[in-house]
């Protein structure tokens, strides 16, 4: 079987499609790093939800491999040997297989690097999601066969490309619920609205029986000797579809943000002041801990002596427990795995400081925020990340008034601030008239 096999890879387009897929999704990957730069959960969700792209490239391929076949006349020469059709399709099945797997895994290498130095979170649900979409690929490109032996013509590889693109890209969105247009396409529901999302085990599930229905249809497809025993491949289809229905969680019990109770959890230092950041960011925690310890230097006044990571997220809606010893800071990623605008975490943890807790609604003046955090940074205000900043005129003013009081007077005012905006009181007047 090996050696059929190695005849079947150098004969077939395997090996080009192994190519194209590698290239294809390779540059749709390094080209927006930004969405999957947070960690490995990140990666592979975004890798999946680009199957709308490699699917289509793999029944592509499946269809070009069943023309060429068809236009060399293959199929008659075949026919001329004993052994039945079903284990003819063997070797094509298997080099077809091997050859987008091995697509979709180098194109999951080839942006592995960029994240390996800080990426340290990798949760067994980022295998089950590689899996998924393995078995993607696998029925992608055998359906391709398959409808490619149906119709035998130039023009069907790069028209199931587009059908594909565009069924995946649009079928979803006719589907009334989104478990089961996430569960009937392996692309869906794999957006990110944090760093802590993963997918559910009941969806991967689901996503998992359907793609190995349509799988099995693409091989009875191929199998027949005849169009008219076609039909047949609705037996798997239908099989597949009862049972993706059964597993798949629909209406309320299906969610789109499904958080990772262990992404979230703290992960702190040994030493004090204490500083944690979520276990998806640990391996940030080197580049966040002496910026962080510096801000609470500049809050000793204040009753806060460690910083926690905010892990808040809208969807579903959470938030840490808000204590009086604990400052929270945010953390986002660049495109390379790091922190992303070192320059801005202090002025951000302090501004958040001075804010309060997101419980507060809206009424947070965030003038007096910004000019009490640039007061103790002795910097002028500003706002916005690295080298987009600009002005606050009302913080600036603000911050002018604190440098012209005092030290004792000015520390006084910044600390009231921020015991008010603890309590979510209002802090408007405090920099200006002292504590009430």
Known sequence: MNRILRIELRRSAALGAALLITVGGAIVLHTTPGRWSAGWMALVMTQREYLAVLSPLAMAAGAWQSYREHRANVAELFTTTPRPRPQRIVPILLATALAVLVAYLVTLLTAAPRIAD????????????????????????????????????????PALAVIGFVLLILAPHALPDGGVAAAFSPAVGMSMFSDYDTVGTKVSIAQALWMAAVAAAAVVLLAVHHRKFAVGALVPLAVGATATALVVPTGRAYEQGTLDPVAQELVCTHDTPRVCVSRAHEGLLPEVTPKARHALQLLSRTSLTQAHEDTST???????????????????????????????????MLTGVFTGPLSCGDDRNFSVATAAAYWLLDRKPATGPDGLEFDDPDAVKLWKKLRALPRAEAEARVTAVQRAAQKCRDTTDLLTRGAR
Request: avoid cysteine; proline fraction near 11%.
């Open 314 to 348: 809208l969807f579903p809606s959470t938030a840490p427990t808000s204590r009086p010893d604990t400052a929270l800071m945010t953390i986002t990623v660049d495109k390379q795995g790091h922190l992303a605008h070192p320059g801005r975490f202090e002025p951000a």
């Open 118 to 157: 800080t990426a340290r979170y990798l949760p067994p649900a980022a295998f089950v999601v590689v899996a998924v979409g393995l078995i993607a690929m696998i029925s992608s490109v055998w359906l391709g066969l398959a409808v490619g032996r149906l119709v035998p013509a130039l023009a069907t590889a």
